[in-house]
């Protein structure tokens, strides 16, 4: 029997200097709405699949999505380029990103990177102490990006 993954629980903390997003040419950032939200959960899909994760159907995703008490469109951003969405961080308004997804066709080239500093400024805009999120604890690349970003391990938990 497999042992059961693990993930970690990561905080940047807020209130200091924060890098301003540098986002790739012809790439833009903006909040989502309903029209954005089948290609926004396109991105997720493709995010968690190829992570060996998964995500739920659009309808069930969109329908919880809604529904969810910390959810707020505003902390709901959206990388964009000349062919569509390309990238998303979902926040809940406990000052936690719930998802960070980018298009395999658009990755190393600063997305994630650009979504979560633009993350840390909105929640730092809210006067929120800190960010957290969790991370597989075999996703080595997504933790060099957040401990890259100033993100320290605040713990460690079965996934």
């Not at 969810?68 to 902390?75: A, G, K, M």
């Not at 999120?133 to 970003?149: P, S």
Request: aromatic fraction near 10%; include cysteine.
């Amino acid at each position: 029997m497999a042992p059961k993954p693990f993930v970690l629980r990561m905080r940047r903390e807020l209130g200091g200097q924060i890098e301003q997003p540098l986002w790739p040419d012809g790439m833009t950032c903006r909040t989502l709405d309903k029209a954005d939200s089948k290609a926004a959960h396109a991105v997720l899909a493709a995010g968690f699949w190829e992570g060996g994760g998964g995500a739920p159907q659009y309808r069930q995703w969109w329908s919880r999505l809604r529904k969810d008490s910390e959810f707020d469109p505003t902390l709901f951003f959206l990388a964009v380029d000349r062919e569509g969405v390309c990238g998303l961080a979902q926040c809940w308004t406990s000052n936690f990103v719930k998802d960070l997804a980018v298009h395999p066709r658009v990755r190393r080239i600063g997305v994630g990177r650009a979504l979560m500093l633009t993350v840390f400024h909105a929640f730092d805009k809210r006067g929120a102490a800190f960010v957290d999120l969790k991370v597989r604890e075999e996703n080595l690349n997504a933790q060099r990006l957040y401990h890259d970003l100033g993100m320290r391990i605040v713990g460690r938990e079965p996934g």
